[in-house]
């Protein structure tokens, strides 16, 4: 198989098919491969959820196009009582406890630039926002959907 210029312009015209503006080409030879290899073709306007891989790194090569990785950290806090009074009556499950995921780096990616790919470190949550028609190849370990991935609900 020959990963070349006409095979990623298919790969890109699947993706303006598909409805989730992407498609993805697994590279794996075997189902006894546990890791994940993958082209992704994506377009403008797709959108992939921010999330997470637990047990893994993640490496993403940009091979054409342009995109953004962007990275986010999770930060927790506790609503405050209304009042001293309110304070002292309650106990730590009477606290709300909220979760919000701030940006905190952005990965150009542009192979025409120089800027050829990245590697997201274990348990890091993430997305793309992809700026113009791009595929990307990207690996991690563990098969898909056995792998411990967490997606931002």
């Not at 409805?19 to 006894?32: G, H």
């Not at 927790?76 to 905190?104: C, G, I, N, T, W």
Request: glycine share 6%; net charge negative.
């Amino acid at each position: 198989m020959e990963i070349d210029k006409d095979f990623l312009g298919k790969l890109l015209e699947q993706a303006s098919d598909n409805p989730r503006l992407r498609q993805n080409f697994d590279l794996r030879t075997s189902s006894a491969d546990n890791s994940q290899r993958m082209l992704n073709a994506l377009l403008p306007g797709t959108v992939v959820p921010i999330h997470r891989h637990p047990n893994s790194t993640e490496t993403v090569i940009c091979l054409c196009g342009k995109l953004d990785e962007v990275i986010y950290e999770e930060v927790v806090s506790y609503d405050k009582p209304l009042s001293e009074d309110f304070r002292l009556s309650m106990d730590a499950q009477d606290l709300a406890r909220k979760v919000e995921y701030h940006e905190v780096q952005r990965i150009h990616l542009c192979p025409s630039k120089g800027q050829y790919g990245c590697q997201i470190p274990i348990g890091i949550w993430h997305t793309v926002e992809v700026t113009e028609p791009s595929v990307i190849f990207e690996t991690k370990d563990g098969k898909y959907g056995e792998d411990g991935s967490k997606i931002l609900e």
